[in-house]
C-alpha cells in the first residue's frame, strides 16, 4: 500500500520523456479522482542540485534518516515534480517523518502561490 511520507523506487521520469534512472522518490499525494495516480518528487545524492528555498535535504544527524531508508545525504527535491501510476513503483524504502512531510508541503504550496 502507498502512502504520503512514503520513499519509493521507480525510473523517475526524464523532462524529454526519455526513461530515467532508477531512483528514489518521495510520496507526497494522492491525486483527486478514481485513478491511483500520486503526485511525488525526485531524490538524489548529488547535494549541489538543491534549490534553496524548495528542496531539502536529509542526511545522517536527521531523526527521520534511519527510518527513510535512505544510504547517504540526499536531496529531496520538490522542485523535481510528477504524477505518477502507483503501478509503475518497483519497491518501498522506508518513510519520512510527519513533520519533514507537512514541511515539504508547505515550500511547495508557498512556490506555487508566489506571484
Known amino acids: 500500500m502507498i502512502e504520503e511520507g ?11 520523456m526519455e526513461e530515467g534512472k532508477l531512483r528514489p522518490a518521495l510520496v507526497i499525494r494522492k491525486v483527486p479522482g478514481e485513478y491511483d495516480d500520486w503526485l511525488i518528487c525526485m531524490i538524489s545524492s548529488r547535494l549541489h542540485q538543491k534549490h534553496i528555498e524548495l528542496d531539502e535535504i536529509i ?20 522542485s523535481r515534480l510528477a504524477v505518477i501510476e502507483r503501478e509503475i513503483l518497483l519497491g518501498k524504502l522506508g518513510n519520512i517523518s510527519s513533520l519533514r512531510l507537512q514541511r515539504i508541503k508547505e515550500n511547495i504550496t508557498k512556490w506555487i502561490l508566489e506571484a
Open 6 to 16: 512514503q520513499i519509493v523506487l521507480l525510473r523517475f521520469p526524464q523532462t524529454n
Open 59 to 78: 542526511g545522517p544527524e536527521d531523526k527521520d534518516f534511519r527510518d527513510s531508508g535512505l544510504k547517504t545525504t540526499s536531496v529531496i527535491r520538490t
